[in-house]
Structures are given as structure tokens and as C-alpha cells.
């Protein structure tokens, strides 16, 4: 997989570089390029805002620079043999990204990121290249951030650790909260490791009777309480004859 990011700030960026995200680069995996979008611009002060037409608060982003950046890095990837881009714009008016968001886009084979700030970017931006290739405008939540930097690095590590060979058997998103599954749509319950006791604090014994039905069905059964407790929006989605199943098998 290829991205590519624009931005004002590719120093917010650098995360890229490291853990997960950074290894799966060294794998070539995925082949991450970051623009600085001021490059695009040919004033002194290097100008990428300007007045919101129609009045109002803050300032929006130009589409020349945006216009140009883009132009360039759509170049840049036909030309290394990358193909069927697509847009990814995170805004506050984004439909939620979620883990189905993140499998739908890790299956793609180059992905363009457009973080933005200010109050956004001129529309007509994301309308002319809407003619050229799919775009998705997604938020990563309800909570009102400073610009899209941050978001494309969750989204980036969201779709990295799906992409083949990127995460260990030990890591394995098989169990993943939201992937499919007896667990699916279920929060993760309560982890433990050595040593067996800690400041008076025991290890649930049932972790340690080596008994594995037992085990699956504590761990199931913690993580219905946790999800009860946290997201019980959640539990609409389970279906509690698989739970049955589950406990027919164990
Ligand atoms: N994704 C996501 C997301 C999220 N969940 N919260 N905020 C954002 C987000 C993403 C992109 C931008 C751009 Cl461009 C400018 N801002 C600041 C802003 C905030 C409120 C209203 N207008 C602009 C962004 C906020």
C-alpha cells in the first residue's frame, strides 16, 4: 500500500516513522509520502488560507496549493506504478471512521490524506477530485480536534495493522474487539501476567487452572460485563444465540 499525506505541519507526521506503522514501512508494506503543502505556494509569506466567502469565523484553505499538491503526488505515485487512489479527507463533519471504515480502506492500494486545519478546505477541492477517484471524508470521533493530522495517524495505524504480515500471531487482530467473531462487538475484558500475585492482588484463578473452557468462558463472560459497563449501545449488536454455541463448544 502506498500513501501519500499533505499538510502544513509534515513534522506532525513523523510518528510514521516508528513503531508499528514504521515497521511495516521497513517490510515495505506500506510506502508512506508526506508533502509539505506550503511548497505549493509562491508568496513570500507562503500563503495556504484565506477569508471564508459568505463571512464568518476562521479562515479556509486555499485551493490552488491543494490543487497543485495533489496534482503532484497523484503524479509522483502513477508514475512509482501505484494505482486506483483514494481520497481520504478527515473533517468534523466526516462520516465515523470505524473498524469496518479501516478494513474497507486497508484493502485498497494507495491512499491519499488531505489533514487539513483552519475550518477546512475550499470545496471545490474534494468536488474536483471526487471526478478522479473515490473520496471518503471521515471524523475519528465526537470530539472537536485542531486540524487532520491527528486523525490520519489513527486511521493510519487502524489500517496498518491490518495489511498482511504487519502484525505477529502474537498481535493477531484475529480477537480484535470489532473484528468478527463469538467476540465481536464485545469491549476486551481484563488482561493479567506474572508474577501470580502483586501487592496482595491475586491472579483470577480461573487463568491459571490450565482448564481452557473455563478460561474462554471467564474471558467472554468479563468482557460481556466490560461492554455492559462501558458501551452497552454495543450489545444490540450481539446475538446471544452465538453465545450459546460458544458454550456448546466449550
Ligand atoms: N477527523 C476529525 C476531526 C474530529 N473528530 N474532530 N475534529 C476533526 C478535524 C478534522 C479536520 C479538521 C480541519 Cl481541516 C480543521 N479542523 C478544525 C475544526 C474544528 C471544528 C470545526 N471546524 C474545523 C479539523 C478538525
Known amino acids: 500500500m502506498r500513501l501519500d499525506v499533505v499538510t502544513i505541519f509534515p513534522e506532525y507526521l513523523e510518528p510514521l516513522d516508528v513503531s508499528l506503522v514504521g515497521k511495516a514501512r521497513a517490510r515495505g508494506r506500506l510506502d508512506v509520502h508526506v508533502h509539505d503543502l506550503r511548497r505549493w505556494t509562491y508568496d513570500r509569506h507562503n500563503t495556504v488560507d484565506d477569508t471564508p466567502y459568505g463571512g464568518g469565523p476562521g479562515m479556509v484553505m486555499k485551493t490552488d496549493p491543494w490543487g497543485e499538491a495533489l496534482d503532484s ?63 471518503h471524508e471521515v471524523s475519528i470521533g465526537d470530539y472537536v480536534l485542531a486540524g487532520g493530522e491527528a486523525a490520519v495517524l489513527v486511521i493510519t495505524e487502524a489500517v496498518a495493522r491490518l495489511l498482511p504480515g504487519v502484525l505477529g500471531n502474537a498481535e493477531s487482530h484475529r ?67 452465538e453465545f450459546d454455541r460458544k458454550d456448546r463448544e466449550i
Not at 505515485?77 to 481520497?87: K, N, Q, R, T
Not at 469491549?187 to 482448564?211: D, F, Q
Open 73 to 135: 503526488a497523484i503524479a509522483d505515485g502513477y508514475e512509482a506504478g501505484a494505482h486506483d487512489p483514494v481520497l481520504v479527507v478527515p473533517t468534523p463533519s466526516g462520516r465515523p471512521f470505524t473498524q469496518q471504515t479501516a478494513v474497507a480502506l486497508a484493502r485498497q492500494p494507495w491512499l491519499i490524506f488531505t489533514p487539513a486545519r483552519y475550518e477546512g478546505i475550499d470545496r471545490r477541492v474534494m468536488d474536483e477530485y471526487a471526478t478522479r477517484m473515490p473520496v
Open 175 to 241: 480477537d480484535d474487539s470489532f473484528a468478527p467473531g463469538a467476540m465481536a462487538n464485545l469491549l476486551e475484558g481484563p488482561v493479567y501476567t506474572k508474577p501470580p500475585v502483586w501487592r496482595g492482588r491475586a491472579v483470577p484463578e480461573v487463568l491459571t487452572g490450565g482448564h481452557h473452557g473455563k478460561v474462554a468462558r471467564w474471558r467472554r463472560d468479563e468482557a460481556l460485563r466490560r461492554t455492559a459497563a462501558h458501551r452497552p449501545d454495543l450489545l444490540e449488536r450481539c446475538d446471544p444465540a
